[in-house]
């Protein structure tokens, strides 16, 4: 009996559970909001983690594909303090694990391996009706209906699928970062470039901190990090741009100019992401026909995990299902038993990340994390 499923999202989690059942000889239909795979830029860089979102490309057989994305020099991390001395210079030796490439290109090389017609745009969900026995229909904005016997949230950390199975929310973690973006930076910001280096720039003191990261075609992709309550972001996000802006800055009154002209020179309106998470041990009772993956099942804080371990949720779900053919349930709680405890460690793991770039011991804590990862990474 051939069995229907609904993938909702077509971000990279989404789009690697489709691709790794269409290996496997399994259709699906991926439903997207979205008008088209170009409605909106995809963000910048990320990191492809060796132990994660490599293993779910090579279970794609998009490995070799991948490769030729990467963006060389990317691993480079630099950690300086508030007047811009270095405190820590990590090249890129290419041994790292954690080779960059373009989000939006990572994007296209999934989109690209699927049958046409796998991903339905403009497809925006309504609502999730129960109909017996795991099966539901999907209602969408646009008046439609679709009927599935397996319904994937991979709609992110607002998700809709997710209320079926959780009645947990993401909770503002206090922190905002705000995004800014310099281009031709090598001639027209040479010292901001010298700066960042050919990698990713760490600098911070507690509560506070700028990083950013060298794009192909000399572009630097900044987040400035700060520790505010909401009254705080909900001001800035009130504020003209150029008021925004200029009360960013602010925040960093005395810092090398250099890092500094990294918010003062951004050629684009400052963008405020308040950073939201799921309760670390998220988890949900098994509900016959609907699971998550991504950011709808462990939003967690920005330590490079997100992408990969979406990656590595669908890759698993994919091959769960492939591995139990008539039997979604099987299929669904296999998967599951392994995310539980991954992402609880993840989560641990990001919120750990993100106090030693913060907490009370920045920049040197960051410094210390590099060091002990650079000498497990050795053994």
């Not at 745009?121 to 904005?141: D, E, I, P, Q, Y």
Request: charged share 20%; hydrophobic share 45%; net charge negative.
């Amino acid at each position: 009996m051939t069995r229907t499923i609904a993938i909702v999202g077509a971000g990279l989690g989404g789009l690697m559970l489709a691709r790794v059942l269409h290996v496997h000889g399994i259709a699906s239909t991926v439903y997207e909001a979205e008008a088209s795979a170009t409605a909106r830029t995809q963000g910048g860089m990320l990191d492809i983690h060796e132990d994660s979102g490599q293993i779910a490309l090579k279970a794609a057989r998009l490995h070799d594909g991948f490769v030729r994305l990467i963006h060389p020099g990317g691993q480079a991390s630099r950690v300086l303090d508030r007047t811009g001395a270095v405190l820590l210079d990590q090249p890129d030796d290419g041994n790292g694990g954690r080779p960059e490439v373009r989000r939006g290109e990572l994007r296209r090389l999934l989109l690209d391996s699927l049958p046409a017609g796998t991903v339905q745009w403009g497809r925006k969900l309504a609502s999730v009706t129960a109909l017996g026995g795991g099966r539901h229909a999907v209602s969408f904005a646009d008046g439609t209906t679709a009927m599935t016997d397996l319904l994937v949230g991979a709609d992110g950390a607002w998700s809709k699928v997710r209320p079926l199975l959780s009645d947990a929310k993401p909770a503002y973690i206090g922190t905002t970062f705000v995004e800014t973006h310099l281009s031709d930076a090598d001639v027209r910001h040479p010292a901001s470039a010298q700066a960042v280096g050919g990698g990713a720039l760490f600098a911070m003191v507690p509560g506070k901190g700028l990083f950013a990261h060298r794009e192909p075609d000399g572009v630097l992709h900044t987040y400035v990090a700060l520790r505010k309550p909401t009254a705080w972001v909900s001001e800035i996000e009130a504020a003209e741009p150029s008021a925004a802006r200029h009360r960013v800055a602010a925040e960093f009154e005395g810092w090398d100019l250099a890092l500094t002209a990294l918010i003062t020179d951004g050629e684009t309106d400052p963008v405020l992401r308040p950073i939201h998470a799921l309760p670390s041990d998220h988890r949900w009772a098994r509900l016959s026909g609907v699971t998550l993956l991504g950011d709808a099942a462990h939003l967690m804080a920005p330590a490079g995990d997100g992408a990969n371990l979406a990656m590595l949720d669908g890759a698993e779900l994919g091959a769960s299902i492939a591995g139990h053919s008539g039997d979604l349930e099987a299929a669904l709680a296999a998967y599951e038993e392994k995310l539980f405890p991954r992402s609880a460690a993840a989560a641990a793991g990001a919120a750990e990340v993100l106090d030693a770039c913060l907490g009370d011991e920045a920049p040197h804590s960051l410094v210390r994390f590099f060091d002990q990862a650079r000498s497990a990474a050795r053994r």
